[in-house]
Every structure is written in C-alpha cells, then in structure tokens.
C-alpha cells in the first residue's frame, strides 16, 4: 500500500521570522517583516544602504535586539536561546572586524574556542577551513598585512569554523577585486550544499548569479521575496524579442501589423541588406518559434533572435515604484 503524502512531514524551515520590528527612537529600521528561509537555500537580502538588510540581519545572528516580533533559527526563539541561535549561526558583518594584530591561524583558533569548540576540535577545524578557504599560504601572516580579498576569506573561514547550519554574510564581496569576487561566489555556492545561506547586497547583479531566492528591502519592509525568474515574470508583459533579418522594410512592416501577437514593434536598418526589428509582445507572449517559423517560410535569412532579460535593476525600480505608488 503506497505511502499517503499526508503522512510525510513537512520540512521546518530554517529561519522563520514573524512581523520582525525595529525601532530607533521613533524611527523604525525595519517594520513588520516576515518570512521563512529552507534548509540549502542561498536568498539574496537586496535594497539600498539604509533598507534594512543589515539590520535584520544582525537580529536573526542574535547580534541585536528586536522591538517586536519574533524570530526562530533552527527552531530557537532568538529572544529566548540567544546563546543556542549563535551556535547554530556563522556570521560574518559588514567591513569585517578581525583582529590585524593576529595571525591567521592563530585568530582562527581562538574564534573557534570562543565559539564553543574544545581544543582538539577547534584544531582540526582549524585546518579545515584553511584549507577550504585556500588560506595555507597566509596561514602564518598577521591579519593585518593581508591584501582586503584575504580578509574576506579569513572572515568566511571565521564564519564555518564552528559548523553552523546557517550563514549569514553581510556584503561579503565589498571592496573586492573582479577574480576576488569570482572566488568568494564560489566559496558562497558551494556552502549552499552542507547550510543555509543569507547574502546581503545593494549590489543587485552580484546576487543575480548567486543566489536561489530574493528578498527586496524598500524602506525597512519586505516588498517581494520569490526567485529571480519569478520576480522577472513580474515584468514579462514588457519583454522584448530583438530581431535581425534579411527583408524590405515595407515587408517586415506589414509582416509585424498583421501578427496579433504584436503589441509594438520599431525596424531600424542594420549591417548590410539586414533589418533590425525590435518587438514588443501582448501578455509576454514568447515570440520566438512564430518568427522563427515565418522566417523559414518566407525565406528570410535569420541572423539573431533573442529575448530581452530583465535585469534585477530593472525588478528592483519596477517593485519598489510600485510599493511607493
């Protein structure tokens, strides 16, 4: 008799967080934010300096007081079990505040006892992480003389080194070289395997290319939390196809007029006898198959067809206009 689904229990979510409050004063920095994070997700706190990103980010690693609201971490209250919740928590802030006046192992083994570890663990914990973080080399150099994309890798080392399930990295990219910020993304993606991931960024491109989910901050509140395709489809209705070929323009001109599917369209000449057409679709309609098909059919050489992407820019300024309308 096959098992019933009923009978299968859902997975608790890694951090779930419910009409979050933060005030300053009588100013609030974040204002009744919710939301659930699942085991392995890498989600993208995105927004502009001031947001909220931060913040609520230093309450969920138990750093900072909430006004109201509650918070669990691997289902520790964390008003209640600070103490668990930092177990539970690797969290390495913004501008990173290591100490330049160690070495980096040395640094590194007190962290660890600090963080709960005894000492032979925190030994071989040790050695794991600087070998994880590619830190060998500049295991026995002081903190302080390391180029700012070492530091980096020094605070994700710090930020493992006791094994939590969740990691919470507060603009872990600032400041860094291209190749530096190509060697952190990897580092991110491949923590997504063994924890759960939150990323801060106002960055918006940098967690494009890293993260599962989304989470948009605009003025302290949560205005959209979903995947990057998801949100994108927010703004399908205003994609564009871009296309190139080999026709007269009168043609092509009464080709897009008689096709339904064709909102607006523009056909400006391109290299050669090629036309280039830029159309607007009805409803984000994907146009492409139908233009491919009618270019075969009229034999019109083809020589690009593409789908415009929206880029998380482009989300961001839709969503958070929208919020403000």
């Known amino acids: 008799m096959a098992e019933s689904t009923h009978d299968i229990p859902t997975p608790k979510p890694m951090i779930e967080v419910e009409n979050l409050t933060k005030l300053y004063g009588s100013q609030p920095a974040i204002r009744d934010v919710s ?11 995105l927004g502009p300096n001031g947001a909220g990103k931060s ?16 918070v669990r971490v691997v289902g520790h209250d964390v008003a209640d ?20 006046d160690m070495r980096v192992r040395e640094y590194l083994k007190f962290r660890a006892r600090l963080k709960g570890l005894d000492r032979q663990t925190s030994r071989n914990r040790v050695d794991e992480v600087i070998e994880q973080f590619d830190l060998t080399d ?4 002081m903190i302080g003389e390391l180029s700012k994309g070492y530091r980096q890798r ?8 006791h094994e939590p399930a969740v990691i919470i990295l507060d603009e872990p990219t600032i400041g860094l070289d291209p190749h530096q910020v190509r060697t952190v993304r990897q580092c991110i993606k491949q923590l997504a395997e063994n924890h759960t991931v939150l990323i801060s960024s106002h960055i918006l491109p940098e967690v494009e290319v890293t993260c599962t989910k989304l989470m ?15 949100l994108e489809l927010k703004l399908g209705g205003q994609q564009r ?15 897009w007029e008689e096709m339904a599917e064709v909102e607006h369209h523009r056909i400006t000449p ?13 409803d984000g309609m994907d146009l492409r198959p139908e233009i491919a098909a009618l270019a075969r059919t009229r034999g019109w050489p083809l020589r690009e067809l593409t789908r415009d992407r929206h880029t998380l820019e482009d989300i961001f300024v839709h969503i958070t206009r929208e919020d403000e309308d």
Not at 55 to 70: C, E, K, S, W, Y
Not at 81 to 100: D, I, T, Y
Not at 154 to 161: F, K, N
């Open 35 to 45: 939301f659930t994070v699942g085991r392995g997700e890498i989600v993208g706190f």
């Open 138 to 141: 500049a295991a026995r150099q």
């Open 216 to 230: 948009i901050f605009h003025e302290g509140r949560v205005v959209a939390a979903n995947t990057p395709a998801n």
């Open 154 to 161: 020094v605070g994700l080392a710090d930020a493992l080194v």
């Open 241 to 255: 196809i871009t296309v190139e070929l080999e026709a007269e323009p009168d043609v092509l001109e009464t080709a």
């Open 270 to 282: 391109a290299e050669g006898r090629y036309q280039r057409c830029r159309l607007t679709p009805r």
């Open 81 to 100: 079990a600070s103490r668990e919740v930092r177990r539970c928590v690797g969290f390495m802030p913004e501008n990173n505040p290591l100490h330049s």
């Open 55 to 70: 913040t609520t980010m230093r309450i969920l690693a138990g750093f900072l007081a909430a006004t109201g609201g509650t």
